[in-house]
């Protein structure tokens, strides 16, 4: 089995540095069931390759305890050649300071994104095509397949080259790697138990307590023992936990500013007007929430589909029974579709919108994670137009009850002021070929502007 590692950054030899590896060197690790050997077939400035091949003693797995269903199953299967956990261990043992996102010659550029191809292959399409893509394209990787024909020429071989491509931390990927190879062939080579738990979650920081299909992660990684993916899930949990809160307890300040100058309708009805103006059909509504923008949309005749996408489960149940999903007086069946997701992965379900709205939502998000959706929203799905609202913290002076440098909602990481938010949208303009129209929401003062205020992007 095999698994290569590119690079065009440049030079692209430092991938040298970061998988402290040295190019001009052939590496060998002894490993408990064969060999893993790295080399780079390519290096030079503007391209450098490593790769990453195992040879899997199928005899050695035998005397080393190798669990299979009977005799024949021990020594006729695919482990000697087929990418699986085996390699997720030989990946650890290469290159665990990689995937710990340390370089000691280069720590800079380990904490930067820079340009990355994988290769993974032979790869069992256990569950098909389907789920492989379903496991890294919210992750923001641009998925390639390349059949691999089986023993008599049969093109419908369950085995695949994989291609991974995208711009992301090396570390970013080793991980997803590490995981996701033996999740996608759904057969651990090894007894599984509570340590396993541990390092599931240790590689999964920052990525897995929001992938659409963490519960299938989860429990495949952990080889459906449902005991541990329970456990797995609950330590999973606390990463959401601002997520599911009761939206009651969550909004409580916002909306007691808020509600005397009635700015949520106001907020309503602009961005529904704003939607009007851009023709679209089909439109997003990512982090709907409990759905208020989409009841009001369905009501809507030039609204043909609709689309919510929000990362709390606890809110979709809600929108659905707001919007009577499945039910007498409800919009008709595929009309209205609820998904549960993140904005920080990239999702094929909602990209065909024409539209993508984001009422509220940024001001939620970290920092350093806004740049994952600007990816997701701007870069990859490309609506013709996405229409963002935000508070406007300069009008924060004028709320009698709100503390000066206190933000509006507990659970905001950022609030901008007018200047930040223009300069945020000329940014997005500029990257992903944009253009934005400013406009304020509710009462304009003229020192302070609107409370909230609102960005079209169109292109």
Known sequence: MYLSIATTHQPATDLGYLLNKHPERLHELALTYGKALIFYPEASNDRCEAALVLDVDPIGLVRGNGQGDGLLDQYVNDRPYAASSFLSVALNKAF????????????????????????VTPLPLRGGEAVLRQLFEPLGWQVELAPIAGPQGDAMSRYVRLTLRGIARLSALLNHLYVLIPVMDDAKHYWVGDEEIDKLLKRGEGWLDAHPAKELIVRRYLRHRGVLARAALARLAPE??????EPEARSLTEDKLEAPIQLNDLRMTAVIEALRTTGAKTIADLGCGEGRLLQLLVRERWVERLIGLDPAAGELERAAKRLKLGFPGGPPE???????????????????ADAAVLVEVIEHLDPDRLPMLERVVFGAARPR????????????????????????????????????FADWAQRICATFNYQAAFSGIGHHDESHGAPTQMAVFTR
């Not at 995937?99 to 994988?118: C, D, H, K, T, Y």
């Not at 004028?398 to 002021?417: I, K, M, T, V």
């Open 96 to 119: 665990r300071t990689a995937m710990n996102g340390v370089s000691s010659a280069r720590q800079a550029l380990a904490e930067s994104a820079i340009p990355l191809e994988a290769v």
């Open 240 to 245: 959401t936990q601002d997520e599911t809160a």
């Open 334 to 352: 595929g009309r209205v579709t609820l998904l549960h997701g993140s904005l920080t992965y990239r999702d094929a379900r909602w990209a065909e």
């Open 385 to 420: 137009a996405v229409i963002v609202t935000t508070p406007n913290a300069d009008y924060n002076a004028l709320f009698p009850s709100l503390p000066a440098g206190q933000f509006r909602h507990r659970d905001h990481r950022f609030e901008w002021s007018r200047a930040e």
